[in-house]
């Protein structure tokens, strides 16, 4: 097994693997968006840094993906440089689950995120991922609140 953080010459695979994960393929009504507009996020990112992956290989094939995306919040006494990191799309290919393999990338991408100068390192943990993510050290918080207006 091998891991390591993609590069721009990945930005196919990480678009396969992003629909993948959000269970989105060709006989999707939004494919075509949806593909296109995750290969601007990727290729954007990557180059310009905001966006960081970590792709688990064996035998040059992905088995599994962890991506993190960079932003910005004003500044805090909790946050002082305003960087925060966000994780997402944590996949292991199921044959190949429960061999430290997640463990693995998401310690690859909190290390990038925190020398990267983030303070605040986030992720939302399905019921199956979150006995996982509280090993690593992450706490559950209060949720959120999405906007969602009725009209819409």
Known sequence: MTYRHATPSDLEALVVERLRFIKVDSVHPNYDEISANCRTFFEEGLNAGT????LA???GRCIGTAIAFYYLSVPSSRNHTGKNAYITSVFVEPEYRRRGIA???IRQIV???QAYGC????LTA????KPLYETLGFIQTPGAMLYAPEND
């Open 103 to 105: 463990s693995e990338m």
């Open 57 to 59: 290989e064996e035998d």
């Open 119 to 122: 303070v605040n390192i986030m």
């Open 111 to 113: 290390a990038r995120a």
């Open 126 to 129: 399905t019921e199956m991922g």
């Open 51 to 54: 966006c960081d992956a970590v």
